[in-house]
């Protein structure tokens, strides 16, 4: 197989190295490349934003696939031209690009969706863009669809949430430690209703489970990722110390 690849950064050096090892392919090029690509494909002097020159060259050629990796030339429609000349292409199209090559593109379409008249949104999660339902819609869908489960988060759940939002990835031992008691049965709770997944395996004897928490925490609690969760100060944490230790005493008194 032929196959040339778009690009001349890390991803795309990343890409031929892994392409270069693969035995169907055959003949690997890259436009422009660099100079570290150029151990492992054949670069090409093409810039990545000359649309036209770079699908002649790929026409002419014949190659089996291109591949692209810039955002630029994505969000450009790049896909678009190669795919008019007949080429496989491996990366979306101008329409799909856009919304991550372009901020301003996003953000604008998103104001749309806030208008009166439509009954979804677009929302950023965790450096990604979600379409959702407008919590104004909720009345007309339940009845048109099975009432979402409704839980409780008590106290102890939402101190468990806390502790895991802030600490995360966290071990259950180390959950049980900043709270003083067993917290089994609030992890699984939480595993449960969808706020705290597993994330992994702490690298230590028995490989204990890490949790962390959820694209769904995000969206239930209105936040665009976990660096935006509000910070505590040094008076909130030391009384939260406190706290939790003159609870261990009374539970041990008892």
């Excluded at 001349?8 to 031929?16: D, K, S, T, V, Y």
């Excluded at 190669?82 to 799909?96: D, S, T």
Aim: proline share 5%; hydrophobic share 40%; aromatic share 8%.
């Amino acid at each position: 197989m032929k196959v040339l690849v778009i690009g001349g950064g890390g991803r795309e050096h990343a890409i031929c190295w892994k392409l270069s090892k693969s035995p169907k392919v055959d003949e690997l090029y890259c436009a422009p490349g660099n100079a570290g690509i150029a151990e492992v494909a054949k670069c090409v002097d093409i810039g990545v934003m000359d649309f036209e020159k770079m699908a002649d060259f790929a026409k002419k050629e014949a190659f089996d696939l291109v591949v692209v990796g810039p955002d630029d030339p994505l969000a450009g429609g790049i896909v678009d031209v190669l795919e008019e000349k007949g080429l496989r292409v491996f990366g979306p199209r101008k329409n799909a690009a856009i919304l991550e090559g372009s901020k301003a593109f996003s953000k604008d379409l998103m104001k749309k969706y806030e208008s009166k008249n439509r009954g979804i949104r677009i929302i950023e999660l965790d450096k990604s863009y979600q379409m959702c339902t407008k919590k104004e819609m909720y009345d007309y869908l339940i009845r048109v669809a099975k009432q979402p489960k409704k839980y409780t988060l008590t106290d102890v759940l939402l101190e468990t949430m806390s502790i895991i939002a802030y600490k995360q990835p966290i071990t259950k031992i180390e959950v049980e430690k900043i709270r003083g008691v067993k917290s089994d049965h609030a992890v699984n709770k939480l595993v449960e209703y969808g706020l705290v997944e597993e994330v992994g395996r702490l690298d230590a004897p028995g490989r204990p489970i890490l949790f962390g928490t959820t694209e769904d925490f995000l969206r239930r609690f209105s936040v665009p990722s976990i660096d935006d969760l509000p910070s505590l100060n040094p008076e909130q944490l030391e009384h939260f110390k406190e706290e939790a230790e003159d609870e261990a005493k009374i539970r041990m008194d008892i």
